[in-house]
């Protein structure tokens, strides 16, 4: 049977779904519901699979499987881009929408009968739901995509099936099933995107910024593979070793990645690139004000590492130190989102490749840094660092970016959406650098009510959704381009929603709660 804090993440997960339906019912809510009541009772099966060491691969402990809440991000998110794409009469983005949704219910899908396939004694009931689900959704997607749209969800669905059997194998205990869906399903579609615009280049059509983001997602994942491959059959951890892991990256980096990427933009990415960052003098302000955050965040890094050395061997940074990182990464995206969305787009993006990097020197241990880097992180560890890898610093990043990145520029002629939809880009900056921060803090530290079966707090919940309020008004007032038409009613709804999300679930919260709020905004 599953336990309390499931079951409240469920029903959390499906009055949001509900939600966002109520307001774009069509054809594809439908599927959505079908999607998310399937997924509901395969979850029951993928928790019992990893309780009972049954999974396939080995997947992240002490935590649930997440297959609900991961199975309806994607789908959801390309309803509502479909439908605010729709209302700007954007064809193309209307129908790359579609797609998005499509892409998203197979791969949660193909999941869902994994985790049916391998369970013993096969679960009648269960298997008759997901059929149901299944055609409902592939006799939706007939009568809805062309064939070039299926051909392309079905490249995308074999992209993640490869991806999965790879990464999941050389990374164990890194990923929930939940996680490795987002993850993963977002690599593929990242990647068959990047594919499908390589192989259909038209010069002056498509900004550069969003090639850049492409090519070096896909850059960063295949410099990671190549070298995880390669270091199985050598010690990584020699001088000889690091020589020839940072020789093949340049050799990678300028002999493919900036060729690809030449390709795509038709100049120079380097030119191109230094000519974008100073292009303003407000960029340059930007530029000196985030490196002197970046700066401090490595000053907290070493003085937790040296307070660690003078107390004790085993001192380990508390929640209240790991989110002194939450509010510098909110100092930094709010003068972006105000001042200069896509410079904050591209070093969103050229952070995320440096951490990346990082990470493939801490991991595979490159000298001269790979031990150093590991002795320091090693102090900000928690549960959900229980692999190989150390994600957490990276999902914050990517869960503030999400919202950037993915927001639909094209659909929204003068730079913003209507009523809530204005509030898309910070996503990130209210649900996990101001609400999950000030539930993190204010519940360890004067929190006394515990919700049913889980460590979180009512005061920190409650304390969240007033903050996130607060940050909301601010916004108002610093942002001109924000306008909410009156639609705070649905903000509320949509803050507490994910706020009640974000005390219950055991997934990654930095990587699902943005993308549950930007979904409840756009909808």
Known sequence: MLNKPVLAESLIVFVIVLFVHAAVWDRYSWCAVALAIQAFYVQFKWDRLLQLGGAVFQFRTAANSG???????????????????????????????????????????????IAVGVTKPVPTNTCI??????????????????????????????????????????????????????????????????????????????????FFLLVAVVGVVLLGLFFTVLFIFMDSGTWIS?????????????????????????????????????????????????????????GVVFYQNAKRSSESKKHQASTITRKYFHFIVVATYVPGLIYDRQL?????????VVFIFLEYIRYFRIKPFGQTLRHLLSLFLDE???????????????????????????????????????LVPYSGVLAVGVGDTVASVFGSTTGEIKWPGTKKTFEGTMTAIFAQIIAVALILIFDSSVNLNSSYAWILASVSLVSLLEAYTTQIDNLLLPLYLQIMFMA
């Open 67 to 113: 297959l609900l809440p991961a199975s309806m991000v994607i789908p959801l998110l390309g309803i509502v881009m479909k439908e605010r794409c729709k209302s700007a009469g954007i064809v193309y983005f209307e129908r790359f929408g579609i797609v998005v949704a499509s892409t998203g219910m197979l791969v949660a899908l193909f999941l869902s009968v």
């Open 129 to 210: 739901l997901t059929g149901i689900a299944g055609s409902i959704i592939i006799y939706t997607m007939k009568h809805s995509l062309t064939v070039s749209e299926v051909i392309e969800v079905l490249e995308v669905l074999l992209i993640f099936v490869y991806l999965s059997m790879i990464l999941l194998y050389l990374l164990p205990r890194c990923f929930t099933p939940g996680e490795a869906l987002l993850v993963l399903g977002g690599i593929s579609f990242v990647l068959n995107q990047l594919i499908k615009r390589s192989l259909n280049v038209i010069e002056g059509r498509g900004d550069p910024i969003d």
């Open 242 to 298: 690091s020589m020839f892991f940072h020789m093949m990256t340049a050799v990678l980096g300028l002999g493919v990645v900036m060729p690809w990427l030449y390709r795509l933009i038709q100049r120079n990415p380097l030119f191109w690139l230094l000519q974008f960052l100073f292009q303003t003098q407000t960029r340059v302000y930007l530029l000196v004000y985030w490196t002197f955050l970046a700066a401090s965040a490595c």
């Open 344 to 352: 904050l787009y591209v070093a969103a993006v050229l952070c995320l």
């Open 384 to 422: 959900r660092d229980s692999g190989p890898l150390i994600l957490t610093h990276i999902y914050l990043l990517i869960g503030m970016s999400l919202p950037v990145w993915l927001f639909p520029r094209s659909c929204a002629p003068k730079g913003t959406l209507s009523g809530a939809g204005a």
